[in-house]
Nanobody, 116 residues
Framework: QVQLVESGGGLVQPGGSLRLSCAASGIIFSINAMGWYRQAPGKQRELVAVIANGGSTNYADSVKGRFIISRDNAKNTVYLQMNSLKPEDTAVYYC??????????WGQGTQVTVSS
């Protein structure tokens, strides 16, 4: 089983930056890809960014050019660097991992609030 713990959320002004971290533990050798989802109040959970073990990345159109997903394999950690933040980015951000047989693991979420 994979355990995921997010950190780095908080309150930031529009135009500011935050970096989210997600530390994985457990049976991490089976992880095929990791990513970030977010859920705003009254909205469905949506994919923000994903990174595969081979390094390929995909981003939601709404964050492309502003957010960067990366990983540190030695620390079993995935990051989401968020730049030029907008109020519409306000949401709970969830770390996600999928193993080689497409079993999903989820973190508990970290709140990101973009407000002046």
């Amino acid at each position: 089983q994979v355990q995921l713990v997010e950190s780095g959320g908080g309150l930031v002004q529009p135009g500011g930056s935050l970096r989210l971290s997600c530390a994985a533990s457990g049976i991490i050798f089976s992880i095929n890809a990791m990513g970030w989802y977010r859920q705003a109040p009254g909205k469905q959970r949506e994919l923000v960014a994903v990174i595969a073990n081979g390094g390929s990345t995909n981003y939601a159109d709404s964050v492309k050019g502003r957010f960067i997903i990366s990983r540190d394999n030695a620390k079993n950690t995935v990051y989401l660097q968020m730049n030029s933040l907008k109020p519409e980015d306000t949401a709970v951000y969830y770390c996600h991992a999928v193993n080689v047989i497409n079993r999903s693991s989820w973190g508990q979420g970290t709140q990101v609030t973009v407000s002046s």
